[in-house]
């Protein structure tokens, strides 16, 4: 991608990476908190797939010239990591702020002035944070699993 995006759509994408720096934060966090074998493999498979988001968006936030937001270096989380039980909870409310930043992305860029690279991105990445927070609510043993509409606030 060598053009740059319209306003709205570099500061959504911007707010994207914000929300995978911080998902990418909360996943090693948790490492510390859970113990069930399947759930220790889910989260490490996350966490490599929101450091692949993270690094995409950083790629294409610098194709167009621009310089990507850093990483934090710890986040405030709404409520205290103390079991696996509030390890999920807080990995629920991290998938959910990226399908906040995902679906902004999409809904603040237009296929014709846009690389699709960035669209195609933010769809993977709001649908695969959609999915793993249905499967972290039905870890978690909370209904509805799914939400209606991922990423709306």
């Excluded at 570099?10 to 490492?31: D, F, G, K, N, P």
């Excluded at 909870?89 to 702020?97: P, R, S, T």
């Excluded at 249905?134 to 509805?144: E, L, M, N, Q």
């Amino acid at each position: 991608m060598s053009e740059e995006l319209p306003e709205a759509g570099a500061t959504a994408l911007a707010a994207a990476l914000r929300a995978e720096h911080a998902a990418v934060w909360t996943y090693e966090l948790v490492t510390a908190f859970v113990s069930r074998p399947q759930v220790r493999s889910a989260v490490a498979e996350a966490t490599g797939v929101h450091e692949g988001h993270r690094d995409d968006v950083q790629r294409l936030i610098r194709a167009t010239g621009a310089t990507p937001p850093a990483a934090s270096p710890a986040y405030a989380l709404p409520q205290p990591v103390t079991d696996e039980g509030s390890a999920i909870a807080a990995l629920i409310i991290a998938e959910q702020e990226c399908q906040i930043g995902w679906r902004s992305v999409l809904e603040n860029t237009e296929p014709d002035d846009a690389d699709p690279a960035v669209r195609r991105t933010a769809l993977a990445a709001l649908t695969t944070a959609a999915t793993r927070a249905t499967r972290w609510r039905i870890t978690a043993g909370r209904t509805p699993a799914a939400e209606a509409q991922p990423g709306k606030p």
